[in-house]
């Protein structure tokens, strides 16, 4: 067991509710830094797969007094806003290194949404995020920063995982309405499940919206669901921002990113201290720019992005236009294309 405590190329991967265990993956850190998301699909070729019980880890599930040199930086984000490409950016050998949704800090989410309270060791949501926490620092050599950047349905616990780890700063990436819901009908069929399946976790996390019906939601149309996700998150988003002030995190508009994405990454680097200048700055876009963020193998131009918007526009017409309407007319403080406080 302490040989794969101390080994970082064993990536902490979740919690097993079920057994009270911590699976790890044998997985080196490179490939760590390099895979879009850690979630097991992407880990065919793991040659091990170790579960340790909590118990055994409950010494890892407290604060820690002594907070390190260099703490743990977050992107958190409310989904199809860019948040994947910055931290592929903001992942510099040298400087940082940055992990992209770990399945266990949302085990950490879900855990609060269930209550849940271990029954094998004294831990609740909380001291298990302090486990995630100090589980997933190993990754980071001592030379560099470490940013993760979690899943958006683990928003539900940016509070708590700031107040872990007291001298983190963060990023709240988000866009508007009219981007958020063109990305997803971009992305498909699969793109609207996940939508529901964002959905019905995030409605946890409202208390107006805890008992709705399974078939409330099914009976919302795609277009009005992806439209409620969305007002939904950038409530959410506000409120977390609200409540931690300018100097603990700052908003950044996704189309912001696309439109001037070196001062964004500067001003990124900035605030987590890694000192890029513009020319490093430029460098990184010219390496990374052209791919596509989730999909390597696959080009981004914002020339492609807008050709494909106005298909979609085209072909979905009086439709989006009702969409939107229907929200504003729902919501009526709510702004199709807000401006989120403490901008980058």
Known sequence: MQNILENPDFLAYRLRFDTEEIEFIEVP????RRITWLRRDAFADASKLVAIPLSQLERLAKPNQAQPAKPPNFIFHTAYCGSTFLS???DVPGHSISLREPQL???????KRMNWQARSANMDYRHLLHLALNLLKRAAPKDEHLIIKPVNSVNNIVIEILQASP???ALMMYTDARNFVLSTLKKG???RQTTRAMFDLLRCDFPHLQNLKLSDAIHMSDLK?????????LEQANAIIQQLGKDKIKSVHAEALISKPAEVLVAAGEMFSLNLSQSQAIEILATKGAADAKDQSQTFSVEKRDKTYKVLEEFYGDDLENGFKWLSANNQNMSLAPSLLNPL
Do not use: K
Not at 29 to 32: A, I, N, R, S, Y
């Open 29 to 32: 850190v490179d490939l760590q």
């Open 88 to 90: 592929r950016c903001l």
């Open 105 to 111: 800090l949302l085990d950490v989410a879900n855990a």
């Open 167 to 169: 001298r983190s700063l």
């Open 189 to 191: 069929e699969a793109a």
């Open 225 to 233: 669901l992806i439209l409620t996700l969305w007002r939904l998150q």
